[in-house]
C-alpha cells in the first residue's frame, strides 16, 4: 500500500492511500472513554477507525477491517494484547502495530516490540503523541513522498526500494516488517559506516530505552535470518562499537 498526502491536519499533510481511499486504523483498548477519544483523534485526521475492547473480537475485526496500523493495548479482557499481535501475523498480515500499556516496565516495551510490535506508548499519553507515532508508522511502512529522484537505494547485490518497499537479494525478494525495514534502510544509506546502537534506537525507534540495546541485537538478528541466508554475510557486528552493512 502507498500513501498520498493532501490537505493539512493538526499534525501536517493528511496521509491518504494512494487511490484516495482513507487510511484505516484498528483500535483495541477496553477503556470505552480512551478508545472513543483516541477514535476521535483519529477520524480528526481523516482515517477510518474501528474499535475492539478484547484481543478475539481484535482478531476477528483485523481480518475483516483489514486494517493499515492497529494501536494494541497489551493488558486485555480475555487475551493479552501479545497474543493478538502473533494470531495478526500468523494470518500474514504486517501491519503496523503501536502498543499501548499502563505498564512503565522496559521489558514490557522489549517484550511488546520482539513479539512483532513496531512502536511503543505508555499510559498515560498525550493523544497527539500516538497520532505522531501512528504517522510515522504508516509513513515508514507506506512510502507518501520520496525526496529522491531514484527510490533505489543498491548495496552489492542487495536492492531496497523506497516507494515501493520492496527488497531483494540477488534478485530474490526479501519480505520485512516495517521496523526490519527501517532499520536495513538505516544501514545501507550508511554502507560501510560503524553505526553505534545508540544511533540505531535514536534512528529506527526516534527514542531510547534507558539505555537496553537488547532490541537493537534482537533485530539485527532477525534481518540476518532474512538478508544473509544461506548467502555471503553483509550484516558485520564490529565489537564494541555497533553494526555494519558492507560487500563481503
Do not use: C
Amino acid at each position: 500500500m502507498s500513501t498520498r498526502v493532501n490537505e493539512q491536519s493538526a499534525h501536517g499533510p493528511r496521509l491518504h492511500k494512494a487511490d484516495g481511499s482513507p487510511i484505516r486504523v484498528l483500535v483495541v483498548d477496553d477503556e470505552p472513554t480512551l478508545t472513543d477519544l483516541l477514535s476521535m483523534a483519529l477520524r480528526y485526521e481523516g482515517w477510518e477507525v474501528r474499535t475492539a475492547g478484547e484481543g478475539r473480537a481484535a482478531i476477528t475485526l483485523a481480518r475483516e477491517f483489514r486494517p493499515d496500523a492497529i494501536v494494541l493495548d497489551i493488558m486485555l479482557p480475555d487475551i493479552d494484547g501479545l497474543q493478538v499481535l502473533q494470531r495478526v501475523r500468523a494470518d500474514g498480515y504486517e501491519t503496523p502495530v503501536l502498543f499501548l500499556t499502563a505498564k512503565d516496565s522496559l521489558d514490557d516495551r522489549i517484550a511488546g516490540l520482539t513479539a512483532g510490535g513496531d512502536d511503543y506508548v505508555t499510559k498515560p499519553f498525550s493523544l497527539e503523541e500516538v497520532v505522531a507515532r501512528l504517522r510515522g508508522l504508516i509513513r515508514r511502512s507506506t512510502l507518501a513522498v520520496s525526496d529522491s529522484t531514484d527510490p533505489r537505494i543498491t548495496v552489492g547485490d542487495l536492492t531496497l526500494d523506497e516507494d515501493s518497499y520492496e527488497v531483494f537479494r540477488a534478485g530474490e525478494q526479501i519480505e520485512l516488517t516495517a521496523t526490519e525495514f527501517e532499520l536495513l534502510r538505516f544501514l545501507m544509506r550508511n554502507p560501510r559506516r560503524v553505526l553505534s546502537k545508540a544511533q540505531i534506537l535514536d534512528r529506527v525507534w526516534s527514542y531510547d530505552f534507558g539505555g537496553k540495546s537488547s532490541v537493537v541485537e534482537i533485530y539485527i538478528s532477525y534481518l540476518r535470518k532474512k538478508v544473509d541466508a544461506g548467502r555471503d554475510p553483509m550484516i558485520h557486528t564490529v565489537r564494541g562499537a555497533g553494526y555494519m552493512l558492507k560487500i563481503a
